[in-house]
């Protein structure tokens, strides 16, 4: 079952709970992906699907700092809500010891990186998590390379 069809099937669910809440996100998130499957011109895939969340996710962590920084509490507790409910479309985050635990494999691989090969480092620890299936916060991961590289 495609994630449209899942979230369709939730849509429905939501619908006769009468959770208008779940159900406006729900209907944003389907919205979301129906438009880049149309910018495409063709279905969107497992990984495609994931990116969009991804950066639906993004966008609602934005605004919760905006939201935040403007007083606007209950604003930043519904989008807070909105990535949670997100989040369960999507696999697993990986926690920050598996971060670490990459980085450091990755640092060991590369011949003695300095700061100056941060660049290269944060490349192939992202594309290392990617290929293991992990989602990682890329803000996260750059700090974790960034310590492990001052630590030598």
């Given at each position: 079952?495609?994630?449209i069809e899942?979230?369709q099937?939730?849509?429905?669910?939501?619908?006769?709970?009468?959770?208008?809440q779940?159900?406006?996100?729900?209907?944003?998130?389907?919205?979301?992906?129906?438009?880049?499957?149309?910018?495409?011109?063709?279905?969107?895939?497992?990984?495609?699907s994931?990116?969009?969340?991804?950066?639906?996710?993004?966008?609602?962590?934005?605004?919760?700092?905006?939201?935040?920084?403007?007083g606007?509490?209950?604003?930043?507790?519904?989008?807070?809500?909105?990535?949670?409910?997100?989040?369960t479309?999507?696999?697993?985050?990986?926690?920050?010891?598996?971060?670490?635990?990459?980085?450091?494999?990755?640092i060991?691989?590369?011949?003695?990186?300095t700061?100056?090969?941060?660049?290269?480092?944060?490349?192939?620890?992202?594309?290392?998590?990617a290929?293991?299936?992990?989602?990682?916060?890329?803000?996260?991961?750059?700090?974790?390379?960034?310590?492990?590289?001052?630590?030598?």
């Amino acid at each position: 079952m495609s994630m449209i069809e899942q979230i369709q099937k939730d849509i429905t669910v939501a619908m006769k709970a009468r959770d208008e809440q779940r159900l406006s996100t729900l209907r944003m998130v389907k919205t979301a992906l129906k438009n880049r499957e149309i910018e495409k011109m063709a279905p969107l895939d497992a990984k495609e699907s994931q990116a969009v969340l991804n950066t639906l996710i993004k966008q609602r962590k934005d605004s919760i700092e905006q939201f935040t920084k403007g007083g606007r509490q209950e604003m930043a507790d519904k989008e807070a809500a909105e990535i949670v409910l997100i989040e369960t479309y999507l696999p697993k985050a990986a926690g920050e010891a598996e971060i670490i635990a990459g980085v450091r494999a990755v640092i060991a691989e590369m011949t003695s990186p300095t700061m100056k090969d941060m660049g290269a480092v944060m490349k192939n620890a992202m594309a290392r998590f990617a290929a293991a299936g992990m989602r990682v916060d890329g803000k996260v991961v750059s700090e974790a390379v960034k310590r492990e590289l001052a630590g030598k």
